[in-house]
């Protein structure tokens, strides 16, 4: 069998009704593109870990990932969250409380800050 492979009998896929991904990508600062990691992210994550930690009840819904990039560096910092695909940009600590109390703990997107790509 090859190029697939049987999960293990004690395998278990842990489904979230929220998965926060944080980009951590850093690049050298005189690069030819920006990084989240260049503009807060690494605070931003470890804000939204303690914010979790603040609310155990969460544990079992809701998770924060640290990621690579996600493809969006002149708008950074990204933060993206599944299952719904709420994409937020240029989050800084104001913002992300917002995020926090609304998103995180509440479970809804914070409309007025929810970003599209240009067309």
């Not at 009704?17 to 850093?26: E, L, P, W």
Request: one cysteine or more; aromatic letters at 8%; glycine letters at 8%.
């Amino acid at each position: 069998m090859t190029g697939s492979r049987a999960p293990a009998s004690n395998a278990t896929v842990i489904s979230y009704k929220r998965h926060f991904f944080v980009c951590q990508t850093s690049r050298p600062e005189n690069g030819p593109k920006p990084s989240c990691g260049a503009n807060g992210s690494p605070v931003l994550f470890s804000r939204l870990l303690s914010a979790l930690d603040e609310h155990p009840e969460l544990a079992a819904d809701v998770a924060v990932t640290a990621c690579g990039c996600l493809g969006q560096c002149y708008d950074g910092p990204i933060i993206v969250v599944y299952p719904e695909v709420t994409w937020y940009a240029r989050v800084g600590e104001a913002e992300l409380e917002e995020i926090i109390k609304t998103h995180l703990i509440g479970g809804k997107p914070v409309e007025r800050l929810r970003w599209t790509a240009a067309a």
